[in-house]
């Protein structure tokens, strides 16, 4: 492919995603905040998956929000196996995570359902 020459603090990206005030949003990164989102120092613990266990990975989270993303890119930057759904049920999702042993789930709040 055609190299692109990005100035990393001044090139912007745009993260959509939806707004419980109505329509879809974006968050505007340069691309040096949104890379920076995801790395970590060696040697230092700035997100949950380094704290990870095992070496899969439960995502519940949709791919255009923040939290989807991170679960894609850092189980690709840890070599964490990453499992998801394409129709997500609290059912489903249980499931998933019994069948395939993982020990380790990424999740929104909201289908963290107590019983």
Same mark, same amino acid.
């Given at each position: 492919?055609?190299?692109?020459?990005?100035?990393?603090?001044?090139?912007?990206? #745009?993260?959509?995603?939806? /707004?419980?005030?109505? +329509?879809?949003?974006?968050?505007?990164?340069?691309?040096? &905040?949104?890379? @920076?989102?995801?790395?970590?120092?060696?040697?230092?613990?700035?997100?949950?998956?380094?704290?990870?266990?095992?070496?899969?990975?439960?995502?519940?989270?949709?791919?255009?929000?923040?939290?989807?993303? #991170?679960?894609?890119?850092? /189980?690709?930057?840890? +070599?964490?196996?990453?499992?998801?759904?394409?129709?997500? &049920?609290?059912? @489903?999702?249980?499931?998933?995570?019994?069948?395939?042993?993982?020990?380790?789930?990424?999740?929104?709040?909201?289908?963290?359902?107590?019983?």
């Amino acid at each position: 492919p055609k190299k692109i020459d990005l100035v990393w603090d001044k090139d912007v990206i #745009y993260l959509p995603f939806t /707004s419980t005030s109505g +329509g879809s949003m974006g968050i505007m990164h340069t691309h040096k &905040s949104l890379i @920076s989102c995801f790395f970590s120092p060696e040697n230092t613990a700035n997100h949950w998956i380094d704290q990870a266990i095992g070496e899969n990975l439960a995502c519940g989270n949709s791919f255009f929000h923040m939290t989807g993303l #991170y679960s894609v890119v850092l /189980s690709a930057m840890y +070599g964490l196996s990453m499992y998801t759904l394409s129709d997500y &049920s609290n059912e @489903s999702f249980v499931e998933m995570i019994v069948d395939n042993k993982i020990s380790t789930a990424s999740v929104y709040p909201w289908q963290v359902i107590m019983v």
